[in-house]
């Protein structure tokens, strides 16, 4: 029988969060052992080939990661991460942009492009626009001693510094909409931002989260979006690079490895304890400096450490948090003809080939009826396929080098995702999406949406439609909480020193030392901001004199350490 083995860190959970974690330990010259409980690393960043030659996203699909300080810090270009994207790279803004509409395409004027780019800070420099994203998401939650007010709150800083005709006290209780209202021009290019936002972050109807929500949708457009949509290989492909980084630096991963239990003892975290049914023989794994959940927070929580260690309280309250922000039905289209757009839609060669979409964008009105059906009845859609909202990556925005579907003659269009409520919220239960009759008509609904701005999306054409609801998400990936990757309600009560509760906002487990949460449901940013998580999570762990990175690291310039800490900051 093998030994139990002993490494400096144990990480549970080898999706993209803990990756990123073990990829900046093992750099920092630690021994790290990664666990998980799927037979495949990667989680959310997963590629899946339902048929053979016929490659889709089930959920990650979009690089929310222009300015993340690990593509430098972590040197993927060395692991094999390939794209065709620079985020320093200017912004053409006088380029032509449309927004769908039922009437339409509805043009993006002067005024949208420049007013966009004065609150995304593009005007000021190369870097303002790197600059308001790292201080969103790229920075962890400052200690409890700080006053959160306009003078310390990271992006208000760089308002201040880059743009400081936007900055006002004011920004702090605005919504998404408050902001765009004050610098925008149309109501269609307004409301695609908004739901962008919505359906990646911060909510842009929620009052307080301007910013948040603003960073949300800027994070995955120019300057930051690659060509192509994500990297080489799709998202996958980038998280190969991430986890040959991580094993080039010495991290061990082992696949098929549940935890059953973190080991505690005399208030502070010792290992872990492997299910029974683990695939590695020793069944106890310990940890010399901590151990580091990247498993969603409920099962760590109320699984995985127990109540014998935890105040019945703060149990309740982990109980208690809203995972209400929204989930994701997706869909790709399997045809014969390449999809082309319904006269209204089609703009002069060679814009005409298709490239996907958000529909349906017109109004605020049509964009809080969908809200409502996601966030307020909580039931199956009641409004019209012409009235839902939706965006869709089409296949001509992948590599042509590393396409969606290699079968000749045949087409994959996809992702096309729709917001839908929480599967553990739904009114008609967890299963209202996945029983087959239900099944199949959200499938006709979200065909007759497409077929709204889609010409050739007949029986003729169409071959299969390969779908996967939130709660098969869920199924497939366990780390999904919902089959939505930002895993709780978006907005200022659950952001930054909050999230998911004050006591937690700085991944610190209260009363059990040496036991860390990499998580985005427990973790700030919560969301696929890509190396944000590991990358705020150094700080504290630098603080607590877990690691010692060398000078290839480099802190957050809006990081603030804890009083009697050693700083993250080098030479601190």
Request: aromatic residues 10%; proline residues 6%; glycine residues 8%.
């Amino acid at each position: 029988m093998a030994r139990e083995e002993t490494y400096d860190v144990v990480i549970i959970g080898a999706g993209h969060n803990g990756t990123t974690t073990a990829a900046y330990l093992a750099k920092s010259g630690l021994s790290v052992c990664v666990l998980e409980e799927r037979p495949e690393s990667g989680g959310a960043q997963e590629t899946a080939e339902p048929i053979a030659g016929v490659r889709i996203q089930p959920h990650a699909i979009a690089n929310y990661g222009g300015s993340a300080p690990g593509w430098e810090q972590l040197e993927l270009w060395r692991y094999g991460f390939r794209m065709d994207w620079d985020p320093r790279t200017t912004v053409e803004l006088d380029t032509d942009r449309y927004i769908f509409t039922r009437d339409g395409l509805s043009r993006v004027t002067d005024k949208d492009k420049m007013g966009w780019a004065k609150i995304a800070c593009m005007l000021s420099g190369l870097d303002g626009f790197r600059d308001l994203m790292r201080s969103t998401f790229w920075c962890p939650p400052h200690p409890a001693h700080v006053e959160l007010n306009e003078d310390t709150i990271p992006f208000m800083q760089v308002y201040k510094q880059r743009e400081p005709d936007v900055w006002s006290r004011e920004l702090l209780e605005m919504t998404m909409f408050d902001l765009m209202d004050e610098w925008l021009d149309t109501e269609p290019f307004k409301v695609s931002q908004a739901y962008i936002a919505l359906s990646s972050g911060a909510h842009g109807h929620m009052e307080g989260v301007a910013i948040p929500a603003l960073c949300s949708a800027a994070t995955v457009m120019p300057p930051a979006i690659a060509k192509p949509v994500a990297a080489r290989g799709n998202m996958h492909g980038y998280y190969h690079a991430l986890f040959r980084c991580a094993v080039a630096h010495g991290a061990t991963f082992r696949a098929c490895c549940p935890v059953e239990e973190i080991i505690i003892s005399e208030g502070r975290a010792q290992g872990v304890r492997l299910r029974d049914d683990a695939t590695y023989g020793p069944k106890k794994i310990w940890a010399r400096k901590a151990v580091i959940s990247a498993a969603h927070i409920k099962p760590t929580f109320l699984d995985m450490i127990g109540p014998q260690h935890l105040d019945a309280g703060f149990i309740q309250r982990i109980k208690d948090l809203s995972l209400k922000g929204g989930s994701l039905y997706m869909s790709h289209y399997y045809t014969k003809e390449e999809f082309r757009y319904r006269e209204k839609y089609r703009l002069p060669p060679p814009k005409d080939q298709f490239t996907g979409a958000f529909f349906n964008m017109e109004s605020r009105e049509i964009y809080f009826k969908n809200v409502e059906n996601v966030l307020g009845r909580q039931e199956n859609m009641t409004i019209s396929p012409d009235e839902a909202m939706w965006g869709m990556v089409a296949a001509s925005l992948y590599d042509e080098t590393n396409p969606q579907c290699t079968r000749p003659g045949r087409h994959i269009n996809g992702p096309l995702w729709m917001m839908v409520p929480t599967p553990e919220y739904n009114v008609g239960g967890m299963d209202a999406m996945d029983k087959a009759d239900e099944k199949k008509k959200w499938d006709e609904f979200m065909r007759a949406s497409l077929a709204c701005i889609v010409e050739n999306l007949d029986d003729d054409n169409l071959i299969r439609i390969i779908s996967d609801t939130p709660y098969e998400q869920e199924q497939r990936n366990t780390g999904m909480l919902g089959g939505s990757w930002y895993g709780i309600r978006c907005d200022r009560d659950q952001w930054w020193n909050e999230r998911p509760l004050p006591e937690l906002a700085r991944y610190r487990v209260p009363g059990i030392e040496g036991l860390y949460l990499a998580h985005q449901s427990a973790a700030h940013p919560g969301g696929l901001c890509l190396m944000a998580v590991g990358y705020n999570l150094m700080h504290i762990l630098i603080e607590d004199e877990v690691a010692d990175p060398g000078d290839w690291w480099y802190a957050s310039p809006w990081y603030i350490p804890d009083i009697g800490k050693r700083s993250a900051h080098k030479g601190a």
